[in-house]
């Protein structure tokens, strides 16, 4: 199993231009979420998606969108990126319900400019 | 006031001697707490979970949990080089929060041989 894969891995933009960021998971989970780290700001969510079909505002959903396409994927957008959007973006999964235990992908450094 | 706080760090330790780090959380309310281990430039990977009052142990960690004083630690027993990285601390709420972890900011952890 791959667990949680991510992609891209690296990317550079320029404002104001879009991009979506690729997340799967081959876990079985119900449950995935987007989260940006920075330095000092910790992880953060952005959105969640409880269930397929289900998408939900986390901490930080100012200037992002999400689809959750099906079960296993979950794609997170950025329609007109801003040096702010600048750091490292990690999706993760979870089997919905009191556990919560959360499994992370490897993350994607996007570096707007 | 932050919801979840850890200890500042860094923190560092000799090969072989215990290394212990806190957590505490605002909401009594918590159900569910984990410690992630991220390495630099790496992703968060789950290591502990605990749910109940009292300690859970794993090999060379140890969790322990006390919902009375809303704290969380993790001890690392024999610490080794290959443990120095940054531990998260991270809470699953519960009620309107479920599902939805809450992540402290991490403390560094150096193990010098």
């Known amino acids: 199993n791959a667990g949680v894969t991510q992609t891209p891995k690296f990317q550079v933009l320029k404002t104001g231009q879009s991009m979506t960021l690729q997340c799967a998971q081959d876990?079985?989970?119900?449950?995935m979420y987007w989260y940006r780290q920075d330095p000092g700001m910790g992880l953060r969510l952005i959105y969640y998606?409880?269930?397929?079909?289900?998408?939900d505002k986390g901490e930080v959903p100012n200037g992002y969108n999400v689809s959750r396409l099906n079960k296993r994927e979950f794609s997170l957008r950025l329609e007109s990126a801003a040096p702010s959007q600048t750091s490292v973006y990690f999706c993760?999964?979870?089997?919905?319900?009191?556990?919560?235990?959360?499994?992370f992908g490897p993350g994607t450094r996007l570096t707007v400019l | 006031q932050k919801e979840v706080e850890q200890n500042s760090g860094p923190l560092s330790v000799p090969e072989g001697a215990i290394a212990s780090l806190n957590c505490t959380y605002s909401?009594?309310?918590?159900?569910?707490f984990f410690w992630y281990r991220q390495y630099s430039g790496k992703s968060p990977e789950l290591i502990m979970s605990?749910?109940?009052?009292g300690d859970k142990e794993d090999g060379r960690f140890t969790a322990q949990l006390n919902k009375a004083s809303q704290y969380v630690s993790l001890l690392i027993r024999d610490s080794q080089p290959s443990d120095s990285a940054t531990y998260l601390c991270?809470?699953?709420?519960?009620?309107?929060?479920?599902?939805?972890?809450?992540f402290g900011q991490g403390t560094i952890l150096t193990v010098h041989p």
């Open positions: 909401d009594r309310g918590s159900q569910s």
């Open positions: 991270a809470v699953n709420a519960g009620g309107t929060s479920y599902g939805k972890l809450t």
């Open positions: 993760a999964s979870s089997v919905t319900g009191y556990y919560n235990e959360q499994f």
């Open positions: 998606s409880a269930s397929e079909g289900t998408t």
């Open positions: 876990m079985n989970h119900n449950s």
């Open positions: 605990i749910y109940s009052n």
